[in-house]
């Protein structure tokens, strides 16, 4: 299994405006998923892009996918408070290939 | 009623002392796992297991033995705590015959303090 990095690790940004977090990873994927977790709560799954995908809406989630950079980026719009999370990706080449997560972005929105 | 629930929420031990973390799941997941979570060092896999007879190793298992009594159960033992098993510990199951085969659900979580 193959870890993504998250970058950057922390991020700070006025509610209302849109967040951007990004996850590199290093080689070729089936699919790859963000998660959130909220303080010392389970992580949640937020949305999957699968590789032949370049990008993906869910409500005010949008996630691109670049497999020639071997990046992904998770965009968050009009930003709230209960935005205030720690985000992770998780690259997968599918298949019995458990998930790696790494240390993530932690993310706060400012009232 | 939650998905996929851990027991005890909170445990405080001493060293050398024996442990059991305990994960339900109703959602009728074969496959298992078991994380810890530090403060800066993300989630890192103790022991997954794909069916009721399966038991895998993961990243960092040393210390730990894991028991899976049914489909639905999956336990995490320390044999011997130690405080450098103090952590967050989460429980979370996926379903390889789903959409997206490899969505992890996972537990609240448990809050260990090994003194």
């Known amino acids: 299994s193959q870890q993504g990095e998250e970058d950057p690790q922390a991020l700070s940004i006025q509610e209302g405006e849109n967040a951007t977090m990004n996850c590199s990873y290093k080689t070729s994927i089936n699919n790859l998923q963000w998660y959130r977790q909220n303080s010392g709560r389970g992580l949640v799954h937020l949305i999957l892009?699968?590789?032949?995908?370049r990008e993906k809406h869910s409500g005010r989630l949008r996630v691109t996918l670049d497999t020639s950079k071997k990046s992904s980026s998770l965009l968050i719009t009009a930003s709230r408070a209960a935005d205030t999370a720690s985000y992770f990706c998780?690259?997968?080449?599918?298949?019995?290939?458990?998930?790696?997560f790494g240390t993530g972005t932690r993310l706060t929105i400012i009232p | 009623d939650a998905d996929v629930t851990q027991t005890p929420r909170n445990r405080i031990t001493k060293t050398g002392k024996r442990i059991m973390l305990e994960c339900s799941q109703t959602?009728?997941?074969?496959?298992m796992y078991w994380y810890r979570q530090d403060p800066g060092l993300g989630l890192r896999l103790i022991y997954y297991?794909?069916?009721?007879?399966?038991?895998n190793k993961g990243e960092i298992s040393d210390g730990y033995s894991v028991s899976r009594q049914a489909q639905a159960k999956f336990s995490l033992s320390l044999e011997s705590a130690i405080p450098n098993q103090t952590a967050l510990y989460f429980c979370?199951?996926?379903?390889?015959?789903?959409?997206?085969?490899?969505?992890?659900?996972f537990g609240p979580g448990t809050r260990l303090t090994v003194l």
């Open positions: 979370a199951t996926s379903d390889p015959l789903a959409v997206s085969y490899n969505e992890q659900f």
């Open positions: 959602k009728g997941h074969d496959r």
């Open positions: 297991s794909f069916d009721v007879k399966d038991i």
């Open positions: 892009i699968r590789s032949n995908e």
């Open positions: 998780a690259p997968s080449g599918g298949g019995n290939e458990k998930l790696t």
